[in-house]
């Protein structure tokens, strides 16, 4: 198919950006990666009246370092994420998640900030953003705001972003060298580079032996991306080597509102969801320890 007739626009500035998004006298989409955009308007699944293509303002690539967070701009390229030595340390989780994104060819031009922006309920970037309590910088022409993924994240495809604002970078709080941190990723999907059926997040910091801290997502358990705060409760003041205890892990099912279709049933995603989470946890203890 081909798409829908629309206006093009070549931004070159996130002032020059937000004008056009200010116009609403017509309805508008940015163009970064495109790899999800490309294919909906193809299938005319998106009819916008303008596309904004945001590929050429500078000031919207790059990795930002600080002393507690790391700022991924939003035309940032999943492979250099991926291949940025600053992710491999102080964003383990995100690193080993991107692996997990789409294919190659996909990665190379797919953006962080694209799948942000998308938020698809079982993308994997959404999913780590949410277990390191990111936050989502947004800028419309005539002021900028930080929302905390959790508040960012409304409904399947749906997000805080206002038709009026541009997307401009994802603020990540990175592992503290000082802790002793383990991360780990899990997805069951039917191919490797496919959409995940469910996938898990988790990132957990250790005093000793014993949890201090633990953060878990859960993706494709239902209409967004989700943590259960009883279950990371669960985890904390535990000696997890041997595993998670089964009324902990009990937690996880109950607590998820997942759906059915043709890939899976919803009692699936949940048997999967609880198996997916204790292998979670036993793969960031042994990474907090070394072992990986």
Same mark, same amino acid.
């Given at each position: 198919?081909?798409?829908? +007739?629309?206006?093009?626009?070549?931004?070159?500035?996130?002032?020059?950006?937000? /004008?056009?998004?200010?116009?609403?006298?017509?309805?508008?989409?940015? !163009?970064?990666?495109?790899?999800?955009?490309?294919?909906?308007?193809?299938?005319?699944?998106?009819?916008?009246?303008?596309?904004?293509?945001?590929?050429?303002?500078?000031?919207?690539?790059?990795?930002?370092?600080?002393?507690?967070?790391?700022?991924?701009?939003?035309?940032? *390229?999943?492979?250099?994420?991926?291949?940025?030595?600053?992710?491999? $340390? *102080?964003?383990?989780?995100?690193?080993?998640?991107?692996?997990?994104?789409? /294919?190659?060819?996909? *990665?190379?031009?797919?953006?962080?900030?694209?799948?942000?922006?998308?938020?698809?309920?079982?993308?994997?970037? +959404?999913?780590?953003?949410?277990? !390191?309590?990111?936050?989502?910088?947004?800028?419309?022409?005539? %002021?900028?705001?930080?929302? %905390?993924?959790?508040?960012?994240?409304?409904?399947?495809?749906?997000?805080? *972003?206002?038709?009026?604002?541009?997307?401009?970078?994802? /603020?990540?709080?990175?592992?503290?060298?000082?802790?002793?941190?383990?991360? $780990?990723?899990?997805?069951?999907?039917?191919? /490797?580079?496919?959409?995940?059926?469910?996938?898990?997040?988790?990132?957990?910091?250790?005093?000793?032996?014993?949890?201090?801290?633990?953060?878990?997502?859960?993706?494709?358990?239902?209409?967004?991306?989700?943590?259960?705060?009883?279950?990371?409760?669960?985890?904390?003041?535990?000696?997890?080597?041997?595993?998670?205890?089964?009324?902990?892990?009990?937690?996880? +099912?109950?607590?998820?509102?997942?759906?059915?279709?043709?890939?899976?049933?919803?009692?699936?995603?949940?048997?999967?969801?609880?198996?997916?989470?204790?292998?979670?946890?036993? %793969?960031?203890?042994?990474?907090?320890?070394?072992?990986?």
């Amino acid at each position: 198919m081909k798409p829908a +007739p629309f206006d093009y626009a070549l931004a070159n500035s996130i002032e020059e950006a937000t /004008h056009y998004l200010a116009d609403r006298d017509r309805e508008a989409v940015i !163009l970064a990666g495109g790899q999800t955009l490309m294919p909906m308007l193809s299938m005319r699944l998106a009819r916008p009246e303008l596309v904004i293509d945001i590929n050429e303002i500078e000031e919207l690539t790059g990795i930002e370092e600080t002393d507690t967070s790391i700022v991924i701009k939003a035309c940032t *390229r999943q492979v250099t994420a991926i291949n940025s030595e600053i992710v491999k $340390s *102080r964003l383990p989780l995100l690193h080993t998640a991107l692996q997990f994104v789409g /294919h190659f060819q996909t *990665r190379n031009r797919g953006t962080i900030g694209g799948s942000v922006a998308h938020s698809d309920p079982v993308a994997e970037i +959404p999913l780590v953003a949410l277990a !390191l309590d990111a936050e989502v910088e947004l800028r419309s022409i005539n %002021a900028s705001r930080r929302v %905390a993924m959790a508040d960012y994240l409304v409904g399947p495809l749906v997000t805080a *972003r206002q038709p009026d604002e541009l997307l401009t970078a994802v /603020h990540l709080p990175a592992i503290v060298p000082t802790e002793r941190t383990g991360t $780990s990723f899990h997805e069951v999907s039917e191919r /490797h580079g496919d959409y995940a059926i469910v996938a898990v997040a988790a990132q957990l910091t250790f005093d000793g032996a014993i949890c201090t801290n633990a953060s878990v997502a859960f993706g494709g358990v239902d209409d967004i991306p989700v943590r259960i705060p009883a279950f990371e409760a669960g985890l904390i003041g535990q000696m997890l080597a041997d595993g998670v205890p089964d009324t902990v892990l009990d937690l996880v +099912p109950d607590r998820m509102n997942p759906g059915s279709d043709q890939h899976a049933s919803a009692d699936y995603r949940r048997r999967v969801a609880r198996t997916l989470a204790g292998r979670a946890v036993i %793969a960031a203890v042994a990474d907090a320890q070394g072992e990986q």
